[in-house]
Each structure stands twice: as C-alpha cells, then as structure tokens.
C-alpha cells in the first residue's frame, strides 16, 4: 500500500503546488484527473520519490518513504511527463543499459527485455536508433522502461500525450491489464484516458482532491444536471458566458450545446445521461466557483 498523507509542495516558498492531498493506493487503475496546473505532476514526483513533499508524509507498506525511499523505489516504475531518451541508441540498447542500471543484467534482463518489447509492441523497431521512433514509438518505450524490474507500483504522467487514438487505446489496455494486481496510478487531462479502465477517479484542481471514488460515483453526482439544447450561433457566447458547457456540435443553422444546470436551463432544454466527461467537468467547475466565491 502506498499512502499519500496531507502532503504539500510548495515552491519558491510561495507556489502552493499541492495542499493537503491524501490518497491511499492499492492495487487497481487510479486516473488522476485534473486541468493543467492542478498538481498532478507535483504529487506523481513526490509518489516516485524523485522530489520531497514540503510537507505530509509518503508511507510504502506503513514505512515512512521520504525518510527511507529505497523499498519504495525498488518496487516503482516511473514514467515521467518529460520523459527523455539517448536518441543514439537502439530501443534494445536503451533497455539493456537501463537494466544495468537497475541492477538486471545477463540472461535475466535478455528475457525480460525481450518480454517488454512484445509486450509494447516494438520488438520490430528493437534494432532502430530511438532518434527515428514517433512519439507513440517513445511513449511505449517509456512505458518499457518503467516495468523493466516488474514494478508493483506504476505511476505515470500523461502518458498518453502526443499518441494517436490507436496507440492511445493499446495504451489504455495495456495499463488496465497490469492494474489486475498491481497499483497504477494515472495522471491525465483527458478523461478518455480513464474512461472504462480506472477502478478508482480522483479529481484534483488547486492541490486538493474534489473527488475520490469510483466512476459510476462521479457521474451519478451530476445525475439530472446535464442538459442539451439547440443555440442559434449568434447566441453561443451568452449561453457560454450562463453555463458551463461540456461539449458543443456545430450544425447547419444551430450550435448543440450541452450543458451544466440545476434547474431546466430554457424551455427547450432536454435532460441527458451525464458521462464521466460531465461529471468531471462539473467538479472541476465547482471547484472554481467556490475558490472565485
Ligand atoms: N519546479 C517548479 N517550480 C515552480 N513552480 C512549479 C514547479 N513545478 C510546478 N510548478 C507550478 O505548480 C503548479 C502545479 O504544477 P504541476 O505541473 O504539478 O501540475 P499538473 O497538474 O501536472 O499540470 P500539467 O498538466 O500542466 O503538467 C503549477 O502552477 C506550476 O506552474
């Protein structure tokens, strides 16, 4: 079990990154969902042992982690958001030296290696230089590089930024199937990303979680909140500048605006089945409300 307790980041002594967060992890997929700037990466630095909370405390198996990262360390894989490679050497090179590194090597760290690329699927680009792979290519080497020691807590950081909607998917599955009896902790802006694989959501804006539980939970909170309506174009900006809206369709003649309300927000407006981008866009906007209030 990993354990998060009231931490706070504070930078420069004044930028209060994260404030006060606890979150407990077991084993499953934990989408870690907020806007930029919430204090995603923040918090995933500090879980990854790579910077110290300014404050609260980080427990692996009930031992404290800041004092003592190593146990922690030995069972993380990390993909960082500004993940960097050696674009000189091959996927199989990159691999190999960072199993050294961690202390695999010989026949072991040969199999495991050849387990991963299968695994990510780049066993074909294996003998390719990582300066010619795409974006996708990379993601999934870093994703590669994180299990390398078979970690049983993986925590990554957007990592499904600069991947096309078919690597995006691969993705996504390849998380949820590691998450059967590991802890994955997921950071995202794109609830797309979590959707359908996270056993658990957690909405963080301004450092502090505004919701902590499972999807069904986050979406039947908006249950009877969320609206559709046709909008003249002319009139989009005021309906904009009223309500937020979580998604809109341009047609001919008309904007279909979908919206979140209290109360039937015009006559015409007919109530829909909240998804989980609602409900997350409706704790995000709470939030700000009540930080503006
Ligand atoms: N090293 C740093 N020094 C100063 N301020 C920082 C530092 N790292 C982050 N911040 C600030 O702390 C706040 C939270 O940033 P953080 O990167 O943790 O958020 P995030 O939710 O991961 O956002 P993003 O998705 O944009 O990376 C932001 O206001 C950011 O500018």
Do not use: C
Request: charged fraction near 25%.
């Amino acid at each position: 079990m990993l354990e998060l307790i009231d931490i706070t980041k504070v930078y420069d002594g004044r930028k209060r990154a994260v404030d006060g967060l606890t979150l407990r992890l077991g084993p499953g997929l934990a989408g870690l969902l907020g806007p930029n700037g919430a204090g995603k990466s923040s918090l995933l630095r500090i879980a990854a042992t790579v910077t110290r909370p300014t404050g609260g405390q980080v427990r692996f198996d009930g031992a404290d982690a800041v004092a003592r990262p190593g146990p922690l360390r030995r069972a993380l894989g990390y993909l960082p958001q500004d993940f960097g490679v050696y674009p000189h050497l091959t996927g199989l090179e990159f691999l190999t030296y960072l199993a050294a590194v961690r202390g695999i090597s010989g026949r072991s760290a040969k199999a495991r290696i050849g387990e991963l690329l299968e695994l990510v699927n780049l066993a074909h680009a294996a003998k390719r230089p990582l300066g010619g792979y795409s974006g996708g290519m990379l993601r999934r080497i870093g994703i590669a590089q994180a299990l390398l020691a078979d970690p049983r807590i993986i925590v990554v950081d957007e990592p499904t930024a600069g991947l096309d909607p078919e690597e995006r998917v691969r993705f996504r599955n390849l998380l949820s199937d590691l998450s059967a009896d590991r802890t994955v902790l997921l950071s995202t802006h794109i609830v797309s990303d979590v959707e359908s694989v996270a056993t658990r959501i957690v909405v963080v804006t301004g450092g502090r979680v505004r919701f902590d539980g499972e999807p069904d939970g986050l979406v039947r909170g908006v249950a009877g909140h969320v609206w559709e309506l046709a909008v003249p174009p002319a009139e989009l900006a005021a309906v904009q500048r009223r309500l937020p809206v979580t998604r809109l369709i341009r047609a001919a003649g008309h904007v279909r605006v979908r919206v979140l309300a209290t109360h039937r927000p015009a006559p015409d407006a007919t109530p829909v089945a909240p998804d989980l981008e609602d409900a997350y866009l409706a704790v995000v906007h709470r939030s700000r409300t009540q930080v503006a209030a």
